[in-house]
């Protein structure tokens, strides 16, 4: 076994240490969000908080969590996010299928249209009007569809496709596979890491979206649990009543923030481990033999 060089023990070191402030300096925030939504008003008031929790206090999280109408919310929040992911990975994937063809005629006019709306769009009232006149408002449409495909997340898709080598495709063609099959049979199973990685994309965009939302729904029992939060920090800030007591309220906006922030990532959070593997796992190790 050949012993490691001094230059390379000593880069190994460098590198070990500059990760480790990176992840000190990642990790430092959450913790100190966690901490503040489960301090007391007047400790996080005169910055006593850091990593652990001082003047231990659960009464946000008490008004939130009894009232009943953000456990409706936060049902609208999940199924959104899963309609609306699904019909974004459907419709991406098939698009960057289609884009991943260099035989395909009209290619290079369809990645034109598909980029030229990364910089420029029809504005927000066009999109209002067109929303309301196909009947879409109070509707998990309203939400799924206008923000149906990412094109940086379409690119990123196309580029991996292209990645694949047309030898496995052409042998499934020859053994009687027809473009759909193709893509059910071959392309996705290989393709498990950028499906995934695009499911967690989406899945955290439509998770976090509430203007959407805000914007084409007119009832409080339709909307996500972000808009809920949102209208519960206005009421500590400003005073309105947001499903909660605005005295108590009062008394908490100091860390309301904090836990508006805990509630809303914690199922993010718990879902990145089971996707994270997909992003180091080598899916084409052995898909071509020689």
Not at 147 to 158: E, P, Q
Not at 219 to 234: A, C, G
Request: proline letters at 3%.
């Amino acid at each position: 076994m050949v012993r490691p060089s001094r230059s390379y023990r000593v880069f190994q070191g460098v590198n070990g240490l500059v990760l480790t402030l990176v992840v000190i300096v990642t990790l430092y925030p959450f913790l100190n969000i966690v901490a503040r939504s489960f301090s007391g008003e007047r400790q996080i008031r005169a910055g006593e908080v850091t990593l652990w929790p001082q003047g231990f206090n659960l009464t946000t999280y008490e008004i939130v969590l009894k009232d009943a109408m953000f456990w409706r919310n936060y049902g609208n929040t999940v199924f959104y996010t899963v309609v609306s992911t699904a019909v974004a990975m459907v419709l991406t994937t098939c698009y960057a299928y289609v884009l991943s063809k260099k035989h395909l005629r009209g290619r290079t006019a369809l990645v034109g249209i598909a980029v030229f709306t990364m910089f420029f769009s029809g504005g927000l009232i066009p999109q209002y009007v067109l929303i309301t006149s196909l009947g879409l408002k109070n509707s998990v449409w309203a939400i799924a569809l206008p923000n149906a495909i990412s094109v940086f997340n379409l690119l990123v898709m196309k580029a991996f496709f292209e990645s694949l080598p047309t030898e496995l495709e052409e042998a499934a063609e020859i053994d009687g596979l027809s473009t759909y099959g193709v893509l059910l049979r071959i392309v996705l199973p290989l393709s498990k890491a950028v499906v995934a990685t695009m499911v967690l994309f989406y899945s955290v965009s439509f998770w976090n979206s509430w203007f959407s939302a805000f914007l084409y729904m007119d009832r409080s029992d339709l909307m996500p649990v972000t808009v809920y939060l949102r209208n519960l920090i206005q009421g500590a800030t400003g005073g309105s009543n947001a499903g909660a007591g605005a005295e108590q309220l009062s008394q908490v906006g100091a860390n309301i923030q904090a836990v508006t922030i805990v509630l809303t990532a914690l199922p993010i959070l718990c879902v990145y481990p089971f996707v994270q593997r997909y992003f180091v796992s080598g899916v084409m190790l052995g898909a071509v033999k020689s």
